[in-house]
């Protein structure tokens, strides 16, 4: 056996020496691995392995074996200094390139800042403020829960970060609130995804028309972007200024351009067509709009009961208005006589 | 003479434009009505025109049946070129934009336009005893819409009466119908008193009343036209 290692150990040197670095550590590694007290083996192979924490391991098991060893033992002093050195010179790079992702940050170019964030962390896995950036940063929740757990593997007492996992793992669970904290963050293809599962899988109608609505608006905001067809009360006022503005023109037209001329009847049939124009386009456009939520609960007007109540009360405040003016149209057509 | 025929792009949301086919329908049979009333009795269809049309005057005099003249305008037509021009114009764009808008959002956006084609035309023509009639005051409101939403739809096209048959961008076809062919006769109106037969004002205020309603309703028209991009 002894005849074999040293074997073994003067083809690796001469292999090393030859410029094959990389076979001879193969065969000092094979040779530690059936006989690990080969003192000779491990000096070696601190010499050759590829990096400073690879080769001060090394070392460190030869001073083991030979704790006699002052050559060893100065060299390790040395390769510690080095290995010293070099962590200061790589903490202090890293904080320059975690300085420059704030700024990043800051300056709010999120996907530059994600993408050296992750080179960060590919570099130096221990970094504590690169995984709590990166779990604010990454759009996806389940990512940001991995983040999180890093960062509490790391330090367990990271309080910030504690709390932020309870809450994310909480929102991972409700698929529709998901879907709006994504919509927050403009993550539309996350939302449509989110919505589109939700459509599949909730056993609730209500929720599952919600959803489809949702996910529709999403996608329409992936391929066009900046309609904001996700701004409720936008949506809300901009499609219900229809019908009041047509009976507003009707009745201008009706009093011969003289608004002041307008009966107090008409007056009041306006404000009906304001309510009336809400309550249709609130439910089949904003049905979860925070309004409807306050009124109706967290579903907003996808209950039936309320959807039905508002359709009939917007129904009949739109019709009413117009049918009065048809009416007092044709009682004054009826008055006309042809000059 | 440019006419067109159909936008080349299917309908993206819906299958079916209803609302568009109905009010073809409606104009269409209204018409019959009408050619049927000018064979049995012409009086009434003298009629017809009068209290269903707009006549400024009465408007301003506050008289006639008012606000649902506003409406039941867009409805009446002075003949066959009359009704089938407006009749392809709403056919080719309006199919479009009620697949856009959907049926009940675009009726009325339809009425919209006819009311603020009424306007301009009352306003204009304050004096006028002659009635209004005719669905281009809608039918321009409904081409407004058309740019704001496709301003570089391609629109199947004929140039009549010669049968070539090509396709060009909405923006050359409506700068065309709506700005040179309406403004320079509706200026001879407002500024040399030019007297024609046709309300050159009111398809210019269903033009400002649809340009208006659609900026209001899609403000972000104009930065979607810089990018080429469409709904």
Same mark, same amino acid.
């Given at each position: 056996m002894e005849e074999y290692a040293q074997l073994v150990i003067k083809e690796a040197v001469a292999a090393a020496k030859a410029g094959q670095r990389e076979r001879g550590c193969e065969l000092l590694l094979d040779l530690v691995e059936t006989d690990a007290n080969n003192e000779l083996a491990w000096l070696w192979l601190s010499n050759l392995l590829p990096t400073l924490d690879e080769q001060l391991f090394a070392l460190e098991t030869a001073l083991n074996?030979?704790?006699?060893?002052?050559?060893?033992?100065?060299?390790?002093?040395?390769?510690?200094?080095?290995?010293?050195?070099?962590?200061?010179?790589?903490?202090?790079?890293?904080?320059?390139?975690?300085s420059q992702i704030q700024q990043l940050l800051a300056d709010k170019v999120i996907p530059q800042a994600r993408e050296q964030l992750l080179q960060l962390i590919a570099e130096d896995e221990k970094n504590e403020t690169a995984w709590w950036l990166l779990s604010q940063v990454v759009e996806d929740v389940d990512d940001q829960i991995i983040a999180l757990e890093n960062l509490l593997t790391l330090n367990p007492n990271h309080t910030?970060?504690?709390?932020?996992?309870?809450?994310?793992?909480? &929102?991972?669970?409700?698929?529709?609130?998901?879907?709006?904290?994504?919509?927050?963050?403009?993550?539309?293809?996350?939302?449509?995804?989110?919505?589109?599962?939700?459509?599949?899988?909730?056993?609730?109608?209500?929720?599952?028309?919600?959803?489809?609505?949702?996910?529709?608006?999403?996608e329409l905001e992936i391929t066009h972007p900046g309609i904001l067809t996700n701004r409720s009360t936008l949506t809300w006022l901009r499609l219900a200024a229809g019908p009041p503005l047509l009976y507003g023109l009707l009745v201008?037209?009706?009093?011969?351009?003289?608004?002041?001329?307008?009966?107090?009847?008409?007056?009041?049939?306006?404000?009906?067509?304001?309510?009336?124009?809400?309550?249709?386009?609130?439910?089949?456009?904003?049905? &979860?709009?925070?309004?409807?939520?306050?009124?109706?609960?967290?579903?907003?007007?996808?209950?039936?009961?309320?959807?039905?109540?508002?359709?009939?009360?917007g129904l009949f405040c739109t019709i009413i208005p117009f049918t009065h003016l048809l009416i007092i149209s044709i009682i004054r057509f009826n008055e006309f006589v042809l000059p | 003479m440019f006419i067109p025929l159909s936008d080349k792009e299917p309908n993206?949301?819906?299958?079916?434009?209803?609302?568009?086919? #109905?009010?073809? !329908?409606? =104009? #269409?049979?209204?018409? %019959?009505?009408?050619? %049927?009333?000018?064979?049995?009795?012409?009086? =009434?269809?003298?009629?017809?025109?009068?209290?269903? !049309?707009v006549v400024p005057k009465w408007i301003w005099a506050q008289q006639g049946l008012g606000a649902v003249s506003a409406i039941t305008v867009a409805f009446l037509h002075g003949g066959m070129a009359h009704l089938l021009g407006n009749m392809l114009f709403l056919w080719a764009f309006g199919r479009r934009v009620e697949d856009a808008c959907g049926r009940w959002r675009?009726?009325?956006?339809?009425?919209?336009?006819? #009311?603020? %084609?009424?306007? %301009?035309?009352?306003?204009?023509?304050?004096? !006028?005893?002659?009635?209004?009639?005719g669905a281009s005051g809608a039918v321009s409101g409904v081409m407004a819409a058309y740019l704001i939403l496709y301003p570089w739809g391609r629109i199947n096209?004929?140039?009549?009466?010669?049968p070539i048959r090509f396709s060009v961008r909405a923006f050359w076809l409506l700068i065309y119908f709506l700005i040179i062919s309406n403004v320079i006769p509706a200026l001879q109106v407002l500024f040399s008193q030019a007297d024609f037969q046709v309300a050159y004002w009111a398809h210019l205020g269903g033009l400002i009343g649809g340009t208006s309603i659609f900026l209001f309703m899609r403000p972000e028209a104009i930065y979607r036209f810089w990018r080429q991009d469409s709904v």
């Open positions: 074996l030979n704790p006699q060893n002052h050559k060893a033992r100065q060299r390790l002093t040395q390769m510690q200094a080095r290995q010293q050195a070099m962590q200061t010179e790589r903490h202090a790079l890293h904080q320059q390139q975690l910030q970060a504690q709390t932020l996992l309870v809450e994310k793992q909480k &929102l991972q669970k409700e698929v529709m609130a998901l879907g709006f904290y994504y919509e927050g963050r403009k993550s539309w293809e996350l939302a449509a995804d989110v919505y589109a599962r939700a459509a599949a899988t909730s056993s609730d109608p209500a929720l599952r028309r919600e959803a489809t609505f949702r996910q529709k608006a999403a201008f037209v009706h009093t011969g351009l003289r608004p002041l001329n307008t009966p107090i009847s008409t007056c009041f049939g306006f404000l009906f067509i304001l309510l009336g124009s809400a309550s249709l386009v609130g439910i089949y456009n904003t049905p &979860l709009h925070p309004f409807w939520k306050q009124l109706f609960g967290p579903v907003g007007l996808n209950r039936p009961y309320a959807r039905f109540a508002l359709w009939a009360v | 993206r949301y819906s299958g079916f434009s209803s609302v568009t086919l #109905v009010l073809i !329908g409606l =104009n #269409v049979l209204i018409y %019959a009505y009408e050619e %049927a009333l000018a064979v049995s009795a012409p009086e =009434n269809l003298y009629f017809l025109f009068y209290f269903f !049309g675009f009726l009325c956006f339809y009425l919209l336009c006819s #009311v603020t %084609a009424t306007l %301009a035309h009352v306003i204009i023509h304050s004096q !006028g005893e002659l009635p209004g009639i096209t004929i140039f009549f009466p010669l």
